[in-house]
């Protein structure tokens, strides 16, 4: 089907804001992982990359971005998986239930912080431990909210025949939510850990207000040391450190989408 | 869901009772029109009610009358009762302070005077744009009805009505009301019938309407010389330009902007269309600024564009704060004998994650004063990482070196030259003689080590036994220079090496903890820095951060402890130039570094002091605090110290402030820092010394 002349336009312009502050920035990113530096923008052909991927603290970083990251986006799924279904219960409790949950997010981070640290020992330098369950008890109250109202909002569409099917044979509250809820609510459950993901990265934010500059090594993540790289004015060790991270990410991406692929296949 | 049932009933029953579906039909839309159209129209109402509500809001403050004063690197403004700076590069003004009574401001570099009513009559006041008021107020003589109001060059100028004249110049001391006013005089010049006036570096232009419009070039600096022409019809004047010698104004004549050659009296009209209500005429570094009776901008200019003058290139220096007079002022004629067609415009950037980007943007930023921003790296590092342009080799520096002492290493790193340093701070030691009496301590005269220092610690534990009222040995609050010393001897951020983790210094920090356990450390609150400074009370010395021969006068100084008696080293912390490796004006930036680096330039006293020629030296004595009594004048002890000292620097470049590390980023806490934890026992030795080992592992690791 021809796109009509009188759509291009209007489908023109969000494609040029799109390239504009989208794609551009990220073309210049690259450019400035392959120059020297920002003051000598030489070919260094793969130096930068080599140098980050080689770094004990960008490891260090990415190693604790997966491992701490990984423990707070579980944990967050966990709350959600658990907060979603009382919502679908309690239909007129529901809205000021999503309010509640909502309402982290808008507060400010350093006022959360401020009464973290109140609470928690924040000095990483001495108490690691008790640190970084500052770190996730924060991330779980301000986001895993968001993540039960996603969820609540896919398992709130699941027709009632449905679930009144599974009843009748003879599967458990449990068992339905697990085996029958979730998998019908997939794409919700994937967007739901998509925004975690994002809302992971976010966090450094609340780390550093917590933390400060050079927190201790267990809290060390990749942005610290992009951060740093910055400051210090090596910006192809921060465009290296970005152009590594969004392979990574891409690699994952496409690793879910052979798999969600596979298992359509094998659904059918 | 009941009007959605009530709406199904209607139309059953509608067809149910009419033959005709489409009547029921045009009755059902009409009603469902109605409702949603009239929702659309009051909710589009109240939108444009508050759209047009802000729009009117917004208008009315934007014509709020407001007062405005322009300085090297921003501008004030003065409105409802709040002040107010903003720089180019601040997104919104600063609220400064609030004061309901301004009636005149002038800037003069980073320094705001302004005229307010005080609890007896006009007073002047002063305040830095960081909010900070550093003079007391000096009262106004109440015999004057000030009309206007100006500084130039230190000292205040007002146009006032008196019983004896209108219009006359007035020249004040802005802080002391003791140092008699002057009427300013000029030969062949009548100091009367003044309403305008105007001052650009050594000359103050006033306009009179004696003999139909005098204008007056009025020199202020050493002698009373003066020039007038006859220039009818002016009514407001500011600074313009220079060309082939002769000055140049701007000013308002009849409704027209002109300019006016101060040497003939020659008037040019601009050609531009001045706004109804043009009453006042200003300027900043590049812009004319027409205002109104209240002072509220009406509109601006591009100063070189009016001039006629031929667009220039320019080199950006940031966050110089000589810019407006001393060094700059005695330098640009010289930089502009070599390059004439570059405009030397100053910026002031604040953040330092806004100075990183533009210096790696290429963006206007060519030289900049650097040193002890937070977060940003050392000199080390920007050498290392090529973003600072490296003047070893440079000839116009080379040439520099004859007439130099040997201060090159403090700005240097790994043999190589980073910039050209603008001024220091010593850490040095300030003893108290009577107590060095008392418990019968010979004051080092030269170098003393850290051996000599314990000996001492234990002869003022020794003594401490027996005596009726304890010393201290130092203050606690000062402890922390040792560590910075350490740092500033085995850091290399060049190398990416430290020392953090040797024995050395855990020893320093066992000494540190002995004399906390032995209360050696006193914790009294003195005032230690500036002209109010003090010896702490009750103890024998403490550190002494001092920035040039001007600051010690006769106090008993002595150098701080060293590690090695043969090899001294004193900590030094910096502020140098440095060159952005990104300029596109290289050689106009070294040549500008060269010039303000140049022995004829008097402009700042540390060039004088580190000159090979002593009859160069400047600021030997401060002799404003020497004329009220607080300092003598300088002993040969002392300039013997600081030369010493001088010539045996290292410089201390403070990249991580571990030494005190707070909790996070904004300390809203009372928890102590791990240095407090360390002198209260909570932290060891170790323990402090492997947290700092961690993080600068980290930092220089990355």
């Given at each position: 089907m021809k796109t009509k002349p009188r759509l291009l336009l209007p489908g023109g312009i969000p494609l040029l804001g799109f390239a504009g502050c989208y794609l551009a920035p990220l073309g210049m990113t690259v450019y400035y992982a392959f120059v020297h530096s920002a003051f000598d923008q030489t070919f260094a052909g793969a130096e930068n990359f080599r140098y980050v991927a080689q770094n004990t603290y960008f490891r260090l970083g990415l190693q604790n971005l997966l491992g701490l990251g990984g423990c707070m986006v579980g944990t967050a799924l966990l709350v959600a998986f658990l907060l979603a279904p009382l919502l679908c219960r309690h239909k007129k409790m529901a809205l000021p239930g999503m309010a509640v949950l909502l309402l982290p997010l808008l507060i400010p981070s350093i006022s959360a912080v401020s009464l973290w640290e109140q609470v928690f020992d924040t000095n990483s330098l001495l108490s690691p431990l008790s640190s970084q369950l500052a770190l996730i008890t924060l991330y779980l109250w301000k986001y895993a909210g968001v993540a039960a109202v996603l969820l609540y909002t896919g398992l709130n569409k699941i027709p009632q025949d449905v679930l009144d099917a599974a009843a009748l044979d003879g599967a458990g509250k449990i068992r339905t939510y697990v085996s029958v809820r979730l998998p019908i609510a997939g794409g919700y459950v994937g967007g739901m850990v998509m925004?975690?993901?994002?809302?992971?990265?976010?966090?450094?934010?609340?780390?550093?207000?917590?933390?400060?500059?050079?927190?201790?090594?267990?809290?060390?993540?990749?942005?610290?040391?992009?951060?740093?790289?910055?400051?210090?004015?090596?910006?192809?060790?921060v465009a290296a450190s970005a152009v590594i991270l969004m392979a990574l990410a891409l690699l994952a991406y496409g690793l879910c989408i052979v798999l969600v692929k596979r298992r359509r296949v094998a659904a059918v | 869901m009941k009007e959605q049932e009530l709406i199904n009933a209607l139309e059953t029953y509608m067809e149910q009772m009419s033959p005709s579906r489409n009547y029921a039909q045009q009755v059902l839309s009409q009603r469902e029109g109605e409702v949603p159209k009239m929702k659309k129209k009051a909710t589009f109402s109240l939108v444009l009610a508050f759209v047009l509500?802000?729009?009117?809001?917004?208008?009315?403050?934007?014509?709020?009358p407001r007062k405005t004063a322009y300085d090297t690197f921003g501008s004030w403004s003065y409105l409802e009762g709040t002040l107010y700076y903003q720089t180019p590069?601040?997104?919104?003004?600063?609220?400064?302070l609030e004061d309901e009574n301004i009636l005149f401001l002038s800037a003069d570099d980073q320094m705001l005077y302004y005229v307010t009513k005080g609890e007896k009559g006009k007073v002047i006041r002063s305040v830095m744009n960081n909010g900070l008021s550093l003079y007391p107020e000096r009262a106004i003589n109440t015999k004057y009805n000030v009309r206007d109001f100006q500084m130039g060059n230190g000292t205040a100028y007002i146009l006032a009505h008196t019983t004896q004249g209108n219009g006359v110049i007035y020249a004040l001391h802005p802080l002391d009301s003791s140092i008699p006013d002057w009427k300013l005089q000029g030969e062949g010049?009548?100091?009367?019938?003044?309403?305008?006036?105007?001052?650009?570096?050594?000359?103050?232009?006033a306009y009179s309407t004696e003999d139909g419009g005098t204008l007056a070039s009025l020199s202020i600096g050493m002698d009373d010389h003066c020039h007038t022409v006859l220039v009818p019809g002016l009514s407001s004047l500011c600074y313009g330009y220079e060309k082939?010698?002769?000055?140049?104004?701007?000013?308002?004549?009849?409704?027209?902007?002109?300019?006016?050659?101060?040497?003939?009296?020659?008037?040019?009209?601009?050609?531009?269309?001045?706004?109804?209500g043009a009453a006042q005429v200003v300027r900043n570094h590049t812009s004319i600024f027409v205002n109104d009776d209240e002072g509220s901008l009406l509109a601006s200019y591009d100063a070189n564009q009016l001039s006629g003058q031929k667009e220039l290139r320019r080199l950006y220096v940031v966050n110089d704060v000589n810019f407006g007079h001393g060094t700059m002022a005695d330098v640009l004629p010289l930089f502009h004998e070599k390059y004439p067609d570059v405009e030397v415009v100053p910026r002031q950037i604040n953040d330092s994650r806004k100075l990183a980007t533009e210096l790696m943007a290429g963006n206007n930023c060519d030289i900049y004063l650097y040193g002890n921003f937070d977060l940003m790296p050392t000199y080390a590092e920007l050498l290392k990482n090529g973003a600072?342009?490296?003047?070893?080799?440079?000839?116009?520096?080379?040439?520099?070196?004859?007439?130099?002492?040997?201060?090159?290493?403090?700005?240097?790193?790994?043999?190589?030259?980073?910039?050209?340093?603008?001024?220091?701070?010593?850490?040095?030691?300030?003893?108290?003689?009577?107590?060095?009496?008392?418990?019968?301590?010979?004051?080092?005269?030269?170098?003393?080590?850290?051996?000599?220092?314990?000996?001492?610690?234990e002869k003022v534990i020794a003594y401490n036994k027996t005596a009726e009222t304890p010393i201290f040995l130092m203050p606690e609050e000062h402890v922390h220079y040792f560590l910075s010393n350490f740092d500033a001897l085995h850091v290399d951020y060049y190398q990416g090496t430290h020392a953090l983790n040797s024995d050395a210094h855990v020893d320093m920090l066992r000494r540190i903890v002995y004399l906390k356990n032995n209360n050696l450390?006193?914790?009294?609150?003195?005032?230690?820095?500036?002209?109010?400074?003090?010896?702490?009370?009750?103890?024998?010395?403490?550190?002494?951060?001092?920035?040039?021969?001007?600051?010690?006068?006769?106090?008993?100084?002595?150098?701080?402890?060293?590690?090695?008696?043969?090899?001294?080293?004193?900590?030094?912390?910096?502020?140098?130039?440095?060159?952005?490796?990104?300029?596109?004006?290289?050689?106009?930036?070294?040549?500008?570094?060269?010039?303000?680096?140049?022995?004829?330039?008097?402009?700042?006293?540390?060039?004088?002091?580190?000159?090979?020629?002593k009859s160069l030296y400047l600021i030997r004595d401060n002799s404003q605090a020497i004329a009220l009594g607080i300092q003598k004048p300088l002993s040969e002890q002392n300039e013997y110290l600081l030369n010493f000292a001088l010539e045996h620097a290292v410089v201390w470049d403070e990249a991580l402030e571990v030494t005190r590390a707070k909790y996070g980023y904004y300390d809203t806490s009372d928890k102590p820092t791990i240095f407090e934890m360390l002198l209260n026992g909570s932290l060891s030795p170790e323990e402090y010394a492997a947290i700092r080992t961690e993080q600068m592992n980290m930092y220089l690791g990355e």
């Open positions: 925004f975690l993901m994002m809302f992971l990265l976010r966090s450094y934010k609340e780390c550093y207000l917590l933390f400060g500059d050079y927190p201790s090594q267990k809290l060390y993540m990749v942005q610290h040391y992009m951060n740093h790289q910055y400051m210090k004015m090596n910006f192809q060790y | 509500m802000f729009l009117a809001a917004a208008t009315a403050y934007a014509l709020l590069d601040d997104k919104r003004a600063t609220p400064i010049w009548e100091n009367i019938n003044n309403i305008a006036f105007c001052i650009h570096e050594d000359t103050l232009y082939d010698g002769e000055d140049h104004l701007f000013a308002l004549s009849e409704g027209k902007l002109v300019i006016v050659n101060t040497a003939t009296g020659a008037k040019y009209d601009t050609g531009v269309k001045l706004p109804s600072v342009l490296d003047l070893t080799d440079e000839a116009d520096f080379a040439a520099l070196r004859d007439d130099y002492r040997d201060i090159w290493p403090m700005m240097s790193s790994n043999g190589r030259q980073y910039g050209w340093i603008y001024n220091y701070t010593a850490h040095l030691m300030w003893a108290n003689p009577e107590i060095a009496a008392q418990i019968g301590w010979e004051i080092p005269t030269g170098v003393w080590t850290y051996a000599d220092f314990d000996a001492l610690a450390l006193s914790t009294e609150k003195f005032e230690d820095f500036g002209k109010h400074a003090r010896l702490a009370p009750n103890t024998l010395m403490q550190f002494c951060e001092v920035g040039g021969l001007g600051s010690m006068g006769d106090k008993t100084m002595l150098l701080p402890p060293v590690e090695n008696a043969q090899s001294p080293r004193y900590t030094f912390q910096t502020q140098s130039y440095l060159i952005s490796a990104n300029s596109p004006m290289k050689e106009e930036a070294v040549y500008l570094l060269a010039c303000m680096a140049h022995p004829e330039i008097e402009g700042m006293g540390y060039n004088g002091q580190m000159l090979k020629d």
